[in-house]
């Protein structure tokens, strides 16, 4: 079923929708409705729709205001807005939040039947997703991996981790259960080679507690790729003549760009021109560290010296240290530092105080 949310500060239009559009024919479900973009986040996490469909123009917070937070916080929900003729220049900056699709006012049985087969192009999407989701569980998957990771076989690993299957998994809703299921195979090839099952299992305790703290999809999905090169490259020690050009190139481009919230493994292996799984058992080897963890302590370090900055709110700290996502940039940097913050900038501001002094 695909769960519809409806929007609009105008009863009617509401009622006109539930009435007049096909559910039948996109195997739809109304979850919820909501008078302003205020009362639709606070339905969000109670109702969990696929599809948000929008008007612009409401009072309060609009449609396109309401897009903008739900991309920064549900990505995976896809927004529709309803928009007049004169407003749609203005909805197309809607654009960077994710919105593509819209359907012009007034709602005409023509735009109905538009709005029906947009709905029903949705469903199908959900549909391939939930297939996808299916293909991790898939024994044929799971012996593809654990044959890779037996054999060194960095090749079938390049081409999952830069598979569209891999891409869509990650950036999806389903991204936990995925990325513990793909987690659980590495600790299955780990538990085949008799090591101290205690030791496994702390480790595996840490890695998945590691793996849901971070909450960005594509720094969840380098987290993975980074746990099975590393284990390649701790099972395979063997070092190619051209491992220190790599691995310095690595540290400049590195250095140049960490504090881009855009950079991420997949730009780096890009830029070099080499392989993701390459590019992490070199840099591992010549540093004695992996790529995501050397990558984070640049970014909290250069976030320290912000803090001290008292220009920089902490939003702005988060985003010049490379952070998107401000929540996720204070939970990571109290779990490094023990402080938030605010915390640590309160303590900078108190030493220096008493230094002047």
């Not at 992490?280 to 984070?296: D, E, H, R, W």
Request: hydrophobic residues 40%; glycine residues 6%; contains cysteine.
């Amino acid at each position: 079923m695909l769960r519809i949310l409806l929007v609009d500060d105008e009863k009617y239009a509401i009622e006109g929708l539930i009435s007049m559009l096909n559910w039948d024919c996109f195997q739809g479900e109304l979850v919820g409705t909501a008078s302003s973009g205020e009362e639709a986040l606070a339905l969000l996490e109670s109702v969990h729709p696929d599809v948000i469909i929008s008007d612009i123009k409401m009072g309060g917070m609009n449609g396109i205001e309401l897009a903008k937070r739900v991309h920064e916080n549900q990505k995976q929900i896809q927004v529709i807005l309803l928009t007049a003729h004169g407003e749609f220049e203005y909805a197309r900056q809607a654009i960077r939040y994710g919105v593509i699709d819209y359907i012009l006012k007034p709602i005409t049985r023509e735009k109905l039947e538009q709005l029906n087969k947009l709905l029903i192009r949705k469903t199908e999407q959900a549909l391939l997703r939930h297939k996808s989701y299916l293909a991790v569980w898939d024994d044929s998957l799971k012996e593809r991996l654990l044959e890779a990771l037996k054999k060194g076989d960095r090749n079938t690993l390049d081409e999952f981790f830069q598979s569209q299957l891999f891409s869509d998994l990650m950036g999806g809703n389903d991204c936990n259960p995925v990325g513990i299921q793909l987690l659980n195979y590495l600790y299955l090839y780990l538990e085949s080679m008799n090591l101290n099952p205690q030791a496994i299992s702390r480790s595996r305790s840490e890695t998945m507690e590691s793996f849901l703290d971070i909450t960005a999809p594509q720094e969840k999905a380098d987290y993975i790729i980074t746990k099975y090169y590393d284990l390649l490259s701790g099972v395979s020690l063997q070092k190619n003549a051209h491992t220190d050009a790599i691995a310095t190139y690595a540290l400049r481009y590195i250095e140049e760009h960490f504090d881009n919230p855009d950079f991420n493994l997949s730009a780096l292996s890009y830029a070099m021109h080499v392989s993701l799984s390459h590019l992490s058992t070199v840099f591992k080897q010549a540093t004695g560290t992996n790529l995501s963890a050397y990558v984070a302590e640049l970014r909290l370090e250069k976030a320290r010296h912000l803090l001290a900055d008292m220009r920089y709110s902490v939003s702005e700290v988060s985003a010049l240290s490379g952070y998107s996502d401000a929540k996720y940039f204070a939970k990571l940097f109290k779990k490094k530092t023990g402080s938030t913050p605010s915390e640590y900038r309160n303590l900078v501001v108190q030493q220096g105080g008493l230094n002047g002094n």
